[in-house]
Nanobody, 115 residues
Framework: QVQLVESGGGLVRPGGSLRLSCAAS????????MGWYRQAPGKEREYVAS???????QYDESVKGRFTISRDAAKNTMYLQMNSLKPEDTATYFC?????????WGQGTRVTVSS
């Protein structure tokens, strides 16, 4: 059964850094695409970043230059390195994957950026 499990969220000060992890059951390269989405309280879930099997990455404009998405095949894990965090980055972050027409979501990990 395909599973995605996020971890690494927590409380961080503005300007600080966090690294989120998304552990997959089986190889992460089983996924045609993987990515990160986030949802702040009272707001819709929004796109953050994504990566393809070929290593092509994309970022939402709001995080470009601050966040980096990557994969570690040996650990079957996708990461989101978040630097220069801002209060507006506060949200629950969700791992997402697609295998052909099947879509998969993790349970989410909370990130709070506050002084």
């Amino acid at each position: 059964q395909v599973q995605l499990v996020e971890s690494g969220g927590g409380l961080v000060r503005p300007g600080g850094s966090l690294r989120l992890s998304c552990a997959a059951s089986g190889s992460i390269f089983n996924f045609d695409t993987m990515g990160w989405y986030r949802q702040a309280p009272g707001k819709e879930r929004e796109y953050v970043a994504s990566t393809t099997k070929g290593g092509i990455t994309q970022y939402d404009e709001s995080v470009k230059g601050r966040f980096t998405i990557s994969r570690d095949a040996a650990k079957n894990t996708m990461y989101l390195q978040m630097n220069s965090l801002k209060p507006e980055d506060t949200a629950t972050y969700f791992c997402h994957g697609r295998i052909r027409v099947s879509l998969y979501w993790g349970q989410g990990t909370r990130v709070t950026v506050s002084s």
